[in-house]
């Protein structure tokens, strides 16, 4: 077993690293203007606190995460192109992908596209502020698809088995419920999916037929990716409270909002996978503009607002206090490390991970957890 030294690269020395990014560019004078303005930055952030750099530890962790299983969804449906690695896609499985959303395979690439550059990033900053970076590659153990298009690589995320949590989509219809504020029990918009194990992509080419059973594995798709990106842009945005750089916090009040982007765009998609019944399993995706509720069959009003399918922008929901007006706005805004782990965990996304990824993870989410603004 790998410990975590091993895992969590060496600091490298901040004029080492800088060096060696001017060697790059290839023009001592650009180098010489480029490492005076970097050596000035370094003079007002006065490096990382510990309980920033581990923060960012955490999310570099999270975006390896989420590039590996976007890495997955576009080698079978995204676009194929050298900007995002991929081979051929699955023809079958991306037919399916479009009749949700006919740019489906062009979100997918570019949140790929997203997630890579944000663990590139993260990294490359911890590095450059004397902290290290985190290497997830030693956890890269996991078999992936076997259909037509994968690569056939190892994986850090396993999109095969997922028990997926849609009850963000009443929880941003409440107006009267915020999980910071007054929790309560938000239902689900796919009750099945929170009721066992699915596959969101084809696991070999035997998935790809009948219809029904792709359009499924693809309605899968189209909700377990907003139900990770609300979760994304929660956590960002309950981190920076605790940020004590101002830089860190520009990172994170920069990065939170285009995980909500996707999200916005992904909840959007969601609404338009094609209500079926699976005949190879039995998950329903259900009528959610019916007026009907899905968990009870109540009927009424407030039931049909609470799914209808274009009612995508935020409603306004009690903030800070009960007794203040009701305010659209993010919610939770007060998630932790620990918790956004907890939830990918119960979602199924590390189902076949070694004790050693648990463990470096919880150890990850431990310190970052620990981190109070203004604490050095
Ligand atoms: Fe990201």
């Keep these: 077993m790998q410990d975590d030294g091993d895992i969590i690269s060496r600091p490298h020395d901040r004029r080492s690293f800088l060096k060696a990014g001017l060697a790059a560019t290839g023009s001592a004078t650009v180098g010489t203007a480029l490492l005076a303005r970097a050596t000035a930055a370094s003079a007002q952030t006065g490096g990382l606190t510990p309980g920033d750099a581990a923060m960012l530890q955490f999310l570099a962790a999270g975006e390896a995460i989420e590039a590996d299983f976007y890495s997955q969804y576009n080698e079978l449906g995204g676009i194929q192109d050298d900007e995002v690695p991929g081979r051929t896609g699955n023809p079958v499985y991306t037919r399916h992908l479009a009749r949700i959303d006919p740019n489906f395979s062009q979100y997918i690439h570019d949140t790929a596209d997203d997630e890579i550059s944000h663990r590139n990033f993260l990294n490359a900053y911890l590095v450059a502020n004397g902290a290290a970076a985190v290497d997830m590659e030693p956890f890269r153990t996991l078999p992936g698809s076997a259909a037509t298009g994968s690569t056939g690589s190892l994986r850090l995320t396993n999109l095969m088995q997922l028990t997926v949590d849609t009850s963000w989509w ?31 992509i084809p696991r070999t080419d035997d998935d790809l037929q009948p219809s029904q059973h792709i359009q499924a594995i693809a309605n899968t798709a189209a909700f377990q990716i907003p139900t990770v990106e609300q979760g994304g842009g929660s956590l960002r945005l309950a981190m920076a409270q605790r940020a004590t750089s101002v830089e860190v916090l520009r990172l994170l009040i920069s990065m939170g909002p285009i995980e909500l982007m996707h999200f916005q765009t992904w909840s959007k998609a969601a609404g338009s996978a094609p209500p079926l019944t699976d005949p190879t399993s039995g998950l329903n995706f259900p ?23 274009n009612l995508i922008m935020p409603e306004p929901c009690p903030f800070i206090d009960t007794s203040l007006p ?22 199924g996304l590390f189902i076949g991970q070694s004790p050693a990824f648990f463990t470096f993870m919880t150890n990850l989410a431990t310190a970052a957890d620990a981190a109070q603004r203004g604490a050095v």
């Design 170 to 200: 009443t929880r941003y219809r409440s107006s009267t419920n915020n999980p910071d504020v007054n929790p309560t029990t938000f239902e689900q918009a796919v009750p099945d999916l929170h009721n066992g194990q699915f596959t969101a």
């Design 287 to 309: 009528h959610l503009n019916s007026g009907v509720d899905p968990n009870n069959g109540a009927t009424g009003g407030a039931v049909k607002e609470m799914f209808q399918t």
């Design 326 to 347: 009701v305010c659209s706005v993010v919610r939770p805004t007060t998630a932790t490390a620990t918790g956004a782990l907890n939830f990918l965990t119960a979602m």
